[in-house]
């Protein structure tokens, strides 16, 4: 699996932020439920790392990914447990260089043209757009579409599901990031019909 591959599985890529490792496998459950095939567990936790473990061994039907990756050791411990995709807010050649030697998909960050220029001269055409909102949204994007063509992006921050469709609708974006599937409320309550329930809602975000 490439990058392309990963913004393919589905229009919405669930940024989760997980405070109890316990929540990993329900969450992760109950996503693929609602039919979100992928997850992206950020590691600004201390149970990241544990979690993306945990759902790799338990959650099969589901392609987990590490997030929030910034440094190469973190890259590599990812690995390790079993992700399949490392996501990082930015890249650094010596992040950038780490997170490609585990072999795995990469989604780099980016957020002005000359980041993107830079990723693009390492044959990396697949790149997460973050802070997305903050960073222009949907006018940058679409301005950024003009000179640098060959870039596909997963615009990740700010990211709703009211103004998800109007990223979604641009011709260089993939899929988007967002936390809404994943309220924190629903994951303290063990909510998880809930959160299966907006997994399914943004899954047809896509048609």
Known sequence: MDARDLMALSPVIPVVVLPEVGQAVPVARALAAGGVGVIEVTLRTEAGLESVR???????EIVVGAGTVTTPEQAAASAAAGARFLVTPGSTPRLLNAALDTGLAVLPGAATLGEMMALLERGL????FFPAVPAGGTAYLSAAHGPLPAARFCPTGGITPANAPEFLALPNVGCVGGSWLTPRDALEAGDWDRVRDLAAAASGLGG
């Open 125 to 128: 055409d697949a790149m997460k």
């Open 54 to 60: 945990r759902i790799a061994a338990e959650v099969p």
